[in-house]
Structure formats: C-alpha cells, structure tokens
C-alpha cells in the first residue's frame, strides 16, 4: 500500500475522495463513448458474417437473381460493379488530378473564378447523394444527355459524386510536394507546366493514388442515386458494355433486403461480405500503396 | 534610346519566355476547364431542379405544400403536404444526433486529452471505419440487428413495428459518429498546448482542463462539426429507406414507422415516374427542399468555423 503525503489535501483543496472520483467517473464515460462506436462496429461486422455465412460461397458469384432465393446469385450485381466503377474511375480520375493541377499549382488564388470554384467544390462535398441522383434522372437518365438506364449514366453520376473527394485528396497529395522541388527545376529554367508535369505531378502520384482508392470505394458503396438512375434489380446477364442494363451490389443488397422473406435477407447478408471483402481489398491497397510508394519529406 | 551593348551578348531585356508558349496556355486552360466542372455541377443541379418545381408549383400551391398534413402525391386522390416527409426527417435526425453527439464528441475529447500517442493511432482509424461503412450495410444491421433489439427494450406501451424511425436514427447516428469525432478532434487538437499547461500549473484536474479549457476553446469547430453531422442525417438516404418504414406519417413518436424527403424521393424514383407527370415533378419539389436544407447547413458549417475561431498565436 502506498502512502500518499498529507499535502495532498492542503495543495488541491477540497475532498480528494470525492475529487477523485470525478475524475474517475469522467474518464469511464469518455471511455464508454468510445466503446459505443467500437462495440457498433464489430456488432455490425459479426451480425452481417454470421447471418451472411450460411449462403457466402461458389454459388453466390456463379448464379444470377432469381425469384427463388435458393437459386439466386449475385453475378450480374458482381459485373455491373466491376464495370460502373471502371468506367467512373477512368472519367473521374483524369478531371479530378487535373482539376487539383490546376488549383493547387496554376491558379491564381486572388482571382475571383477560382475561389469560386473553390467554395464550389466545399460545398458540393457536402451536398446529399440523393441529390445527385435527381440530376441524373433529369439530365442524364432523360432530358439533355438520355443515356438511358445504362452503365455509362452510373459512371457520370457517381464521377460527380466523388469528384471533390478526388479533388481535395489529389490537392492535399499536391501540397505534401516540397516547395524546394519546384524551385528546384524552375531555377534551372523549366516552364511552369514543365515543373508541374516532369518533377511534382510523379512526386505525388502515390499520394493521389491513394486518394483517388479511397474516393472509389466510397462509390463502390453507393446505392441511393443508382436508385434514381435506373439499376435493375432482376438481371440475368452481365453488362456488355458502356451502354448496357446494369446493376450493382448495394441496390441488390437493396432490393433483398426490402422482400419480406428471410431467405433472401440471407442472402442480402451473403452479398454485403462480398461488397465489404471488396472495400476491403480497395483499403488494403490504398495503404499498401502508401507504404510501398509513399515518400516522406 | 540608343543604349551601348556590349557586342557579343543578346539584346534581349527581359528573362521572360522568347516566344509566348500558346501550347502551354491552352493546357492551363484544359486543366481549368476540369476544375470548373465543378461549378458546372452546382449549376446542373440547380437548373436540374428548379423549372420542374416552378412547374409543380404551378399545379399545387405553396401554402398546401408547406403546410398541409396529408402525402400522397401518388395517389389516385393525391394531396401534397410535405409536414409528414419533414416531420420524419426531423425525428429521425434527432434519434441519430442523440447518438453521434454525445458519443463523437466523447470519443474526440479522450482521443485528443486522455489517449497515449499509440492508442490513437489505433482507435482513430478503427472508429473511421465507420465512415467507411456503406449506407445499405446500415441500413441492413438497422433493420436486422437494431429493429428487433429496439422492439425488445421499447419501454412505454405499445412496441414499435419491424420498421420504426427509432431504429434507422439510432444506426444513422452510429454512421455519423466519425463526423463528429473528427471535426471536433481536429479543433480540441489545434488549442494551442500553453492553454493546458496554465490551467495545469493552476491546480486544475484532467478532466477540468478537459471540459473547460479545452472544448470552450475549441467551441466553433465543435459546433461545426454538429451542423455537419444534421446536415448529413437529414441527406442520409439508404437506411432511412430500408429501416424507417414508407408511410408519411405526421408524428412525433420514434417508435412509429416514417418517411423522410430522402425516403420519399428514393422510393418515387424506383417506382419510374413518367416525364412530366406530377409524380415525376413531387420529386424535384422535394429536392429543391432537401438540397436547399441541407446547402445552407453546410454554409452556416463553413461560416461558424470561420466566424468564431479563436485565433492563436
């Protein structure tokens, strides 16, 4: 047992007892706010493993919806994903890293245009993905672009979607590009576009790489404007092209999760493992992708 | 001006280009092009939703909208009162911030007071994961998982039903907890440490230092970070669609099954409203609502961080 000194009471003043218990009583509610969102966490995890195990397997790759749960699958769901987020990825990436390009290293940031196009690009971050779903059926579902229900529409919608998320990560990669680098290559007379493209854009590749991964796999796990633009829920084939039917993932999980029989909850669980095994691999490369190429400064 | 120069050395008075580089002025102007696809969206969305309400309203009054009772635009008899899609919105954002307020906030105050370095670096991003999560999944654990332990604990009279407002708030609340964690870490983070250290050297405890040094000072990124957090339960879409049932319902009760503007506009857009119809416009209406709700939440957000941030240093 260990004494404590007597000043202890003079120096703090007031009851120590009961101070300390304060203390105490604090610090376990801080801890069990945290262990909310722990604990919400890993139930989410089991629940949906455990529920989910029972049909997780060959099949669920290998079958197509079915209006008998024991039949279904989700392959045509696995194919529409692969190919929305392709497409997304090749259209987002290149305007997104331009976008940021031009931002962070040209734009003169007293010029009105562009601090509007920053505020823009704030505010459009935090606009609903909902929201994005009704631009799409207005304009590019119907209206001016009318793609129709097709691969390419999702691609569009789900590039503006994640397209500030691109642009602020490739930004940030931008800025962690030392300053000496530039001045480095200027003094030794390359233009400015030249120092960008040769010395600060490959500077920073794995920085937007990473960025850009992490961005995607939150389209990956978007269903609510996929709702609006038209994924097909019963499709038995996979999408051939830009300008195919499709469906994907969340709005299969959607449309088992909303029948009222528990054979195909189970097999809404079964297809969540395989959306998450999916982020899963995203996350896993997006870090190994920071450790492998990342530079520290 | 007849200026002597040297023989041998170029006339040359600037160090600026020789030649103007149009090649390089038309990349810039590429790469400008990008970065304002952007502001082409805002627009896009804007006129996307504004003639098709303008047109809505043409049919059916402001006055009715804003205030009738009854939703039931799809209807054979359809009446256009929008109360029971905000109500909806409005209980199942409090259900979730009674969650992510309390607990994100929590959370940031022993990350960033109490945690060890090497805690930190482990929780944080276990507890982001969270964001990471998407909606379906949520809305799946809310309906499965949340739905029935609500049912069982549900303490007055009658139980809720499978689908209730109390069960997808509570896991849109769980969603939103790494909003609220983060922002208001960052801010507690960014009070300057000498803050601390004189309020130490007063003879205050962690825990005073902690709740009234630290969170006062770091008040503007806090409350920030709680508009942020409204501001996305009321655009939360998935789980709200999935677990909080699809009967507008003008109630206060969480135990009741609800829709939100979300819902409403999730379920609309299955079902293939044909252009032009009045169907078709009840979704923008409600849109231009939601986005219009939402959008100046997020300015506010902005503005308060702007506005009340006490500047150190």
Not at chain 1, 162 to 190: F, H, K, M, N, Y
Not at chain 2, 103 to 108: D, E, P, Y
Request: glycine fraction near 10%.
């Amino acid at each position: 047992m260990t004494a404590r000194p007597v000043s202890d009471t003079t120096l703090v003043g007031g009851a120590p007892a009961a101070k300390r218990a304060r203390e105490t009583a604090f610090r376990v509610v801080l801890l069990l706010c945290l262990g909310v969102g722990l604990v919400a966490l890993a139930a989410l995890l089991v629940s949906v493993v455990l529920d989910g195990r029972a049909r997780f397997g060959e099949d669920l790759w290998r079958r197509f919806p079915s209006p008998r749960p024991e039949l279904a699958g989700a392959r045509s769901a696995f194919f529409g994903t692969m190919w929305v987020i392709a497409a997304t990825a090749l259209l987002t990436v290149p305007i997104g890293v331009s976008a940021a390009l031009y931002l962070e290293e040209l734009a003169p940031s007293d010029r009105w245009y562009n601090r509007l196009v920053e505020v823009n690009i704030q505010n459009l971050a935090a606009v609903p993905s909902i929201v994005y779903g009704i631009l799409g059926l207005a304009f590019v579902v119907r209206g001016p672009m009318s793609l129709g229900r097709v691969v390419l529409a999702a691609a569009v919608i789900l590039s503006l979607l994640v397209l500030p998320t691109v642009i602020i990560a490739s930004r940030e990669a931008l800025r962690a590009v030392p300053q000496s680098i530039r001045d480095g290559a200027l003094a030794l007379g390359a233009t400015q576009l030249q120092t960008v493209s040769r010395q600060v854009l490959p500077a920073a590749v794995p920085g937007i790489a990473t960025g850009v991964i992490l961005a995607l796999s939150r389209a990956i796990g978007e269903a609510a404007p996929l709702l609006m633009v038209g994924a097909l829920t019963f499709l038995t084939f996979n999408p051939s092209g830009l300008d195919s039917a499709f469906t994907v993932l969340p709005v299969q999980i959607f449309n088992w999760v909303s029948r009222p029989q528990a054979e195909f909850h189970v097999l809404a669980a079964a297809t969540i493992v395989m959306l998450l095994l999916m982020l899963l691999v995203m996350n896993g490369a997006a870090i190994w992708v920071r450790n492998k190429f990342g530079k520290r400064w | 001006m007849t200026a002597v120069v040297p023989s041998g050395l170029p006339t040359r008075g600037s160090l600026g280009a020789r030649h103007p580089r149009y090649g390089e002025r038309a990349v810039v102007f590429g790469l400008f092009l990008c970065a304002a696809i952007s502001v082409l969206t805002t627009m896009a969305i804007v006129l996307a939703l504004v003639p098709p309400t303008i047109d809505f309203f043409g049919k059916v009054s402001i006055g009715e909208f804003l205030t009738g009772t009854k939703w039931s635009p799809l209807f054979a008899n359809p009446r256009f009162g929008v109360l029971p899609l905000v109500t909806g919105t409005m209980v199942t954002t409090a259900c979730a911030l009674v969650v992510c307020v309390p607990v994100g906030l929590g959370s940031a105050i022993y990350l960033s007071e109490y945690a060890r370095t090497h805690t930190r670096h482990v929780i944080k991003p276990a507890l982001e994961l969270l964001a990471g999560i998407p909606t379906v999944v949520y809305g799946y654990f809310a309906l499965e998982v949340v739905g029935p332990i609500v049912q069982r604990l549900w303490p007055f009279g009658d139980r809720p039903g499978t689908f209730s407002a109390l069960s997808a708030g509570l896991v849109m609340g769980v969603m939103i907890i790494p909003t609220v964690g983060s922002l208001s870490e960052d801010a507690m983070e960014a009070v300057p440490g000498g803050l601390r250290e004189g309020a130490y050297a007063l003879g205050s405890t962690r825990r005073q230092v902690a709740a009234r040094v630290v969170v006062p000072a770091a008040l503007s990124g806090i409350v920030a970070s709680f508009v942020l957090a409204i501001s996305r339960a009321v655009g939360e879409t998935m789980i709200v669609l999935i677990a909080a049932g699809g009967q507008p319902n003008l109630a206060f009760n969480p135990g009741e099954a609800m829709q939100t503007m979300t819902a409403f506009i999730g379920a609309a857009g299955i079902g293939d409203q044909p252009t032009g119809s009045t169907g078709y416009k009840t979704i923008f209406a409600v849109g231009s609502l939601l986005f219009v709700a939402t959008f100046v939440m997020n300015l506010v957000s902005i503005r308060i961080v702007r506005r009340f941030r006490e500047i150190y240093e």
